[in-house]
């Protein structure tokens, strides 16, 4: 079973705009701090930031022998350390580490003059732009948007040209445990799945289930049935079914007492108060003799 990516959409504003900046003036501060250099790989190292932490080795190995036959094509956006000739990755670590593999000397890159707080914002951003983050690690990268920057579900929805309710539910997938979170990340279950998940109130039913998924290739709609399952409160029914059997049995001793008095069996059916007392005769000898036992009664 794999992970299916949802499509993202657009960002909005731009980075500028997560720090309150227009559009215009974020250009115009790229553009005067911005230099295209071919740099010696060894001189530049990733960011301990990076929201992506997963790197698929098969993919990273096409991606090199690409990279062998036709270069960078795209450099890759880098930051320079301060009083260092050492630069640390904002963007691209996947071509970097590509061409590492490819054994290249150097790499193009964009040097961006940029503050610290804005590193982990354009890192998130290109990921997302490129739809390189598993649903974990763009759960965690939002969550550490909002811690380090003091940002509202909407605010942070309104700068990445999300809805609301779509952060809100990437944002969830923080609450579920690390061991679902693990078969998360690596597409054993989907995000749609974990979020069924997350209706689950006991911790060790939300893993059971989620090794069922996994083990019997449940889909969303499967699961969420089973989620339903586990929230009904299996006491009620058995409650139910005692009351039930108690009922069953009440009218059982009526028929026998009315039999036994009439001395012809007696049928009663009840429902919910109402119904009918059934006496049935064979013969005019017969009915004359529940005729007058009867009367007797009245």
Known sequence: MTAKNKKQTGLGRGLGALLGQTEKQFQQNSQTTEKILEIDLEQISPNRNQPRQDFDQLKLEELAQSIKQHGVLQPIIVTQKENTDHYSIIAGERRWRAAKLAKL???????????????????????????????????QAYRELMDQYNMTQEELANNLG????????????????????????????????????????????????????INQDLSVRQTEKHVAKLNDPPV???????????????????????????????????????????????????????????????
Do not use: F, M, W
């Not at 000397?105 to 964009?110: D, F, H, M, N, S």
């Not at 997938?173 to 989907?190: D, H, M, Q, R, V």
């Open 236 to 298: 009620k029914t058995k409650k139910r079914e005692k009351i039930d059997q108690q009922y069953e049995l009440s009218i059982k001793n009526v028929e026998t007492n009315l039999s036994k008095s009439l001395g012809t069996k007696v049928k009663l059916k009840d429902r919910a108060g109402k119904g009918q007392i059934i006496i049935p005769y064979n013969n005019n000898e017969e009915l004359s003799r529940l005729i007058e036992i009867l009367s007797d009664q009245i």
């Open 105 to 139: 000397k150097t790499i193009p890159v964009i040097v961006r003059e940029l503050d610290d707080h804005l590193i982990l914002q354009h890192s998130i951003i290109e990921n997302i732009q490129r739809e390189n983050l598993n649903p974990v690690e763009e759960a």
């Open 162 to 213: 999300k809805s609301r309710p779509a952060v809100a539910n990437t944002l969830r997938l923080n609450n579920l445990p690390e061991e679902i979170l693990k078969e998360l990340a690596i597409g054993s279950i989907t995000a749609g799945h974990a979020r069924s998940l997350l209706a689950l109130g006991n911790i060790d039913d939300q893993i059971n289930l989620c090794e069922s998924i």
